[in-house]
């Protein structure tokens, strides 16, 4: 049977695609073509033989299964230690079985090994600090879905979502204009308390090029005007590319790698055409993940460096703290129970455990912080990573897994939730929403601007007006 | 026969063995790609030793790293059955007499006594293992056969060897039994997965360089055990 | 006066007093009216899932339902939409306060009617934010006037006779000044500037004596008198008070006093930290407890010139 309108190994190249596929509501008529979409087997073997290799291969191989990935897999945990939800069994039940059997799978097999891989997997990798051979299941996963992306087999948001990443260069449809518009408007929305506040764009030369997540100039544009007033008390020289200031891949969580070379080459072009001294990215993991850990390879650099010094907006804030250039007012510090999302992005895969204990060493009134069980690199997943929180179809499972983490709140006893990570926010939201326990969460940036210390030369000529 | 297998199939065993064993090794290193794997290998070379090390290292030693200290007594049993495994064959008297009488080195033995009990230990161990293969639900679902079959072929050797020690009287049976099946042992290393006496470090090793420079070396993190 | 209006409503019954007000400007001063409806806010992922800011449930918000929902609105406001003579209606998804400042950047109106907080605000974080944060964000950044209405008895935007004009003697408090100037010239009105000295501001037993309260007052006639009566020209019909209390609870008093058709004050530039101020600014307070529009002005831009009515 021919491909589906919807429902095809096509990736969506045009904005008409994209809107079409988006017409489909809660992807009805997808899904319903998705059951009779046929697997290109000789392709799949092709690409595995291709691509699948020693490290991969050995993983696979080697797998003593011991069972010890279990217990590390927080999925495992939530759903009642249910056997199918063994890391090992996950992996070796679709890729393992894909490999053993040459491609020679059909339409079930795959429709089952994307409900694995997008929703009992998150490629949190934390099972590759407990397995004794250091196999990494999520990696290995990420690789599972790059080849269901290419046989069709993918989620309707996130088809979708790799889709904008290719007709924008952005999660959504957030063109150039758009974009700039964006940035004055913040900029004159803010002058009345921060005169000559800019949102510089396409400055040369600068020391910092910020990018960010579609999201923000989107819906929440308060948060590219919070940017740009910390650097502004920082007294940094700082701009924004007009073209290449996304910095998220859905198309990672699509397993689109094409759409993520595309991508990640859109920023690398913007930094080559600025040359900034650094770049800096905003509060979202993936985002890191995407554009600085996994980026440089895709964009085919072997050294593993983008073409500037790329670090995460925690690493920025951690220095801005220690170099002085933000100065907490030490009677606005936190002084009610409060404890830390340490993301499976920039923690476990960036290793920024310590340097976000040292903000929050500035932040925190002694006393008050309160770390989950288990912590830094240990931490489970926020519930709604790799894609998680956006995949309708598999909404109950991640309200499910949202628990393991509500569970860890609810251990700490803390009102309040720092979480300098897009989807760790969201998921946090989605288990305040779900589950009601009363807490509030938050990024670093609206922290820091009720905390800092303003310079004197900053604060707007006034108006001595008594409060009305 | 027994000079065959003492001869010839022996030195067959081990030549297979061997060369099993690092063409096992230079296979997976040809088949690493920095691309492909997205580490940047040749890259920062202190980090990756260092990374390498620590990785091996940590699950080398018990109770080394957060895993194993979550799985006490799956640990134990690991390292029982390894430790049997690895040391009494090259540390046992009447081995090393062997190969002085052949070819005039010796080194250190195990005292007798001491050799005996990390053979039951591991047996021991071993048996554990593979009861705990049916017992616990998460590594029932994921067993199969193979790994049936390549802890039997590990425990027939001791097993053999602890009885032909020990057999009062005749015990060349128990002796040609505790050779061929060393032999089937040696053989099986490269083909099966009992390969991971060289892969375990090769897969811990290539992780280490994973994230000892790409995910958190660089940042003086690393895996945290 | 008012050439280009901009109404942000729920399209509930919540918004029937915002409505009467906005449509009845519209016809007074043949205004183009754009009724604008924020769907509700985005959802996860990448779909058209919105969580609508009505009841807190997720909905499809694709092309039929975005129609659907714009019937609803052309029904809801049938008779109003019937008496207007330039009118169009415009639907957005985001966050509300957010899009009705991006509709405003857009459309460049001379006044922003909004519907008024009315209640206490409630459970879950998307009903929550929405009431309160429309207000107080689009008051402080909004380049034009806004006019809340909150209670029916507030709606009428008719033949004034008395403006209240509360100063707290900032600077955007001018341009509230300009806005009630124009505006009471324009209908023929009564002017009544008004200060109330902030009592809770005062820690110092020494400050709260009674002479120390009235030497402020005093202060507070004199400033009234220096930076705004001087600067009314020959435009005689105004009074002018200085009382003491609670600036909110002052203010809905007097313009209760007073009579007053409209109350115009400015939203104090500085952002109220929600912990601070648990009960809102002066601005929400008043708009929730008076007895008639209240207009807050922050900005000189946008200021209709005193033409005819």
């Known amino acids: ?208 090029m910020y990018t960010c997540n579609a999201r923000e100039p989107k819906h929440y544009p308060e948060d590219l005007a919070e940017a740009a007033i910390l650097f502004h008390i920082a007294g940094e020289n700082w701009t924004v590319p007009s073209e290449g200031w996304e910095q998220t891949s859905l198309s990672m969580f699509a397993g689109d790698w094409e759409a993520c070379k595309l991508q990640v080459q859109n920023v690398y072009a913007a930094i080559d055409r600025l040359k900034p001294r650094r770049v800096i990215g905003t509060e979202c993991g993936h985002a890191h993940r995407a554009t600085v850990i996994e980026g440089p390879y895709w964009a085919g650099r072997p050294d593993g460096q983008p073409p500037a010094p790329y670090i995460h907006y925690v690493q920025w804030v951690a220095e801005a703290l220690r170099t002085g250039k933000l100065k907490i007012d030490p009677a606005k510090r936190i002084r009610q129970p409060v404890t830390y999302q340490d993301s499976c992005n920039y923690i476990r895969n960036w290793g920024l455990a310590e340097t976000a204990r040292e903000i929050l060493s500035y932040l925190v009134e002694p006393g008050y912080l309160i770390e989950m069980t288990p912590n830094k690199e240990h931490n489970y997943c926020c519930g709604g990573g790799g894609g998680f929180n956006g995949i309708g179809k598999f909404r109950p499972q991640r309200n499910k897994a949202l628990l393991t983490k509500r569970d860890q709140i609810l251990s700490t006893g803390a009102k309040l939730v720092i979480a300098p990570c897009h989807n760790c926010w969201d998921a946090i939201r989605d288990l305040e929403e779900e589950y009601h326990i009363g807490i509030d969460w938050s990024f670093l940036k609206p922290l820091l601007i009720k905390m800092v210390i303003i310079p004197d030369h900053l604060k707007p000529q006034d108006e001595e007006g008594d409060e009305a | 026969m027994y000079a065959f297998l003492t001869g010839p199939m022996l030195w067959l065993s081990f030549a297979i063995f061997v060369i099993g064993c690092a063409w096992r090794v230079v296979n997976y290193v040809k088949g690493l790609s920095w691309q492909l794997d997205r580490v940047p290998y040749g890259c920062n070379k202190d980090l990756a030793v260092k990374g390498a090390l620590r990785s091996i290292f940590h699950w080398l030693i018990p109770y080394a790293s957060a895993s194993w200290r979550q799985k006490p007594v799956f640990a134990a049993a690991f390292f029982l059955l390894h430790i049997g495994l690895v040391l009494v064959p090259i540390f046992l008297y009447a081995h090393v007499m062997v190969v002085a009488e052949r070819f005039g080195v010796s080194w250190p033995t195990l005292p007798d006594g001491l050799a005996d009990i990390l053979t039951i230990l591991a047996v021991a161990a071993g048996v554990f293992i593979l009861l705990r293969r049916f017992g616990l639900s998460e590594v029932r679902i994921i067993t199969t056969p193979h790994d049936l079959w390549i802890m039997a072929i590990s425990l027939a050797p001791l097993v053999t060897g602890f009885v032909a020690a020990h057999q009062a009287g005749d015990n060349s049976g128990w002796l040609l039994a505790h050779i061929v099946t060393g032999e089937i042992w040696l053989i099986a290393i490269p083909f099966t997965k009992l390969s991971h006496v060289v892969l375990f470090f090769c897969s811990r090793a290539q992780i280490g360089v994973d994230f000892g420079v790409k995910r958190g070396g660089q940042r003086g993190r690393g895996i945290v055990w | 006066m008012f050439e280009k209006i901009l109404f942000a409503t729920t399209g509930s019954p919540e918004c029937d007093s915002a409505a009467r007000v906005a449509f009845d400007m519209a016809r007074q001063y043949g205004s183009k009216l754009t ?106 950044a909004a380049r034009c006037p806004v006019l809340t209405v909150s209670r029916p008895s507030a709606s009428f935007w008719g033949g004034f006779s008395n403006i209240v004009f509360a100063t707290d003697f900032s600077k955007a408090s001018e341009s509230a000044f300009q806005f009630a100037v124009t505006v009471s010239k324009a209908v023929d009105g009564e002017l009544h500037l008004f200060h109330c000295v902030d009592l809770n501001r005062f820690q110092s037993p020494i400050a709260l004596t009674q002479d120390g309260i009235e030497a402020r007052l005093a202060e507070a006639r004199r400033r009234l008198q220096h930076e705004y009566a001087a600067k009314l020209g020959d435009f005689k019909r105004f009074t002018s008070e200085v009382w003491e209390g609670t600036p909110y609870v002052e203010i809905v008093k007097f313009a209760r006093e007073r009579q007053a058709d409209l109350i115009v004050l400015a939203h104090h530039a500085r952002d109220v930290d929600p912990d601070e101020r648990p009960f809102g600014s002066t601005l929400e307070q008043v708009i929730v407890r008076a007895s008639c529009p209240v207009v807050s002005v922050n900005r000189p831009d946008r200021l209709p010139q005193a033409a005819e009515a």
């Open chain 1, 1 to 208: 049977m021919p491909e589906g309108i919807f429902c095809n190994k096509k990736p969506i190249n045009t904005e008409e695609d994209l809107k079409a596929l988006l017409s489909d509501t809660r992807g009805t008529k997808y899904y319903e073509e998705m059951l009779s979409l046929e697997v290109d087997r000789e392709k799949l073997w092709d690409t595995i033989q291709k691509t699948c290799k020693s490290r991969l291969r050995t993983w696979l191989d080697v797998c003593a299964r011991c069972g010890l990935c279990a217990d590390s897999c927080f999925l495992y945990l939530v759903n009642d230690c249910k056997p199918e939800q063994v890391p090992s069994y996950k992996i070796q039940s679709t890729l393992g079985e894909m490999v053993r059997r040459k491609g020679d799978v059909d339409n079930e097999f795959m429709r089952h090994a994307m409900e694995v891989a997008w929703s009992r997997c998150t490629c949190c990798n934390r099972c590759a600090m407990y397995c004794p051979h250091g196999i990494d299941i999520g990696i290995m996963m990420g690789y599972t879905r790059g080849l269901l992306y290419s046989q069709g087999f993918v989620p309707w948001e996130l088809k979708i979502g790799a889709g904008m990443h290719r007709v924008y260069r952005a999660q959504m449809d957030v063109t150039t204009e758009d974009w700039v518009e964006t940035c004055e408007w913040m900029a004159e929305e803010q002058q009345d308390d921060w005169p000559g506040l800019e949102i510089p764009v396409d400055k040369e030369d600068a020391d910092i």
């Open chain 3, 35 to 140: 009724l604008f409806h924020v769907l509700g806010i985005p959802g996860k992922g990448d779909s058209n899932l919105v969580i609508d800011t009505r009841t807190g449930e997720e909905v499809d918000a694709d092309a039929e339902y975005l129609e659907g929902v714009a019937d609803e609105l052309k029904t809801t406001y049938a008779k109003q939409l019937a008496g207007c003579a330039s009118c169009e209606i415009e639907i957005a998804v985001g966050v509300p306060s957010r899009e009705i400042l991006r509709m405003a950047r857009s459309r460049d109106p001379d006044i922003i009617v909004l519907c008024g907080p009315a209640e206490a605000p409630q459970a879950g974080f998307y009903k929550r934010g929405v009431v309160g944060d429309n207000l107080r964000k689009v008051a402080k």
